[in-house]
Nanobody, 126 residues
């Protein structure tokens, strides 16, 4: 059983919005920091947002502009990523993963995460 399953991706025009979902199985979101990453073709995996086990949020992409917003619902075992004002450079496969250390602080270092989901494709194009 895949620990994470991402959904909500698709083809969207520039300026549009998407809400991605990540559903966990086999563990409680209240016990782990979980994060969103993305990977575009030919590029390294990039951290987008992270939310700790206690609900503290970190944004690593456009933190000032605030286009990305991470939330979670522990009862539904789900994490969400709201993306607004989408740009062509946001085109990538979006993944979620959990912090290996569990209740540790969020980090943008992908090597410290585990249980990667299969990803959901986001394509921004007119």
């Amino acid at each position: 059983q895949t620990p994470f399953v991402e959904s909500g991706g698709g083809l969207v025009q520039p300026g549009g919005s998407l809400r991605l979902s990540c559903t966990a199985s086999g563990f409680a979101l209240s016990s782990y920091a979980i994060a969103w990453f993305r990977q575009a073709p030919g590029k390294a995996r990039e951290a987008i947002s992270c939310i700790t086990y206690s609900g503290i949020k970190y944004n690593y992409v456009d933190p000032v502009e605030g286009r990305f917003a991470v939330t979670k619902d522990n009862a539904k075992k789900s994490m969400y990523l709201q993306i607004n004002n989408l740009r062509p450079e946001d085109t990538a496969v979006y993944y979620c993963a959990r912090l290996r250390s569990g209740t540790g602080p969020c980090t943008f270092d992908s090597s410290l995460y585990e249980y990667w989901g299969p990803g959901t494709q986001v394509t921004v194009s007119s």
